[in-house]
């Protein structure tokens, strides 16, 4: 096989080669944009912590037309607050059944399954990982979650994960050079 150097090692090329088709990313937000925890003030509010780079990263690829999404079981304003801050449109909180969640966005935006990456961390995640054509497991992914996905994260959720995807991506379409802009 081939192999690609890339920012997170060598690749095989069919990897890349996937990678530069993808047109959408679907992400779960705990435990892939966050760490997983979820942090409860005295007076009941919520907190949770998003890494600016991957903020970047998102930023990135929809720069050059990947949409992103969130697809969520829970439902959380700071969620909304976020993905707001970057530009994602497609915010689905509250979904019990993820595969429906995302089987609809991709009827909407007229994206083929095999156009679509899905990335997540826990069982809940896996009915996305039915509708995609290419699956992401972060590096501390539950293992029934691991062993479903095309490629593990190096990184852990929270930390970088989705920005190594999105770097991924870039690369694969030639155009991680040429990316400028914030993380905000």
Known sequence: MTQINTLYGPLDKSVMDKLATI???????DGVFSDGLIYLGNAGEELKAFHTRDGYGVKALQSIGVQVAVITGRR??????RMQSLG???????CEDKYAALVALQQQLTISIDACASMGDDVPDLG???GSGFTI????AHPLVQNNASYVTQNKGGFG???EICDL???ARGKLDGIRGSSI
Do not use: N, P, W, Y
Not at 76 to 81: D, G, L, M, N
Not at 88 to 94: F, N, R, T, W
């Open 76 to 81: 959380s304003h700071i969620v909304e607050q």
């Open 88 to 94: 994602v449109i497609h915010v689905k909180q509250g």
């Open 161 to 163: 994960a989705v920005r």
């Open 23 to 29: 047109k959408l990313l679907a992400c779960d937000v």
């Open 128 to 130: 996305m990982f039915t």
């Open 137 to 140: 497991a972060v590096a501390d």
């Open 169 to 171: 991506i870039l690369q």
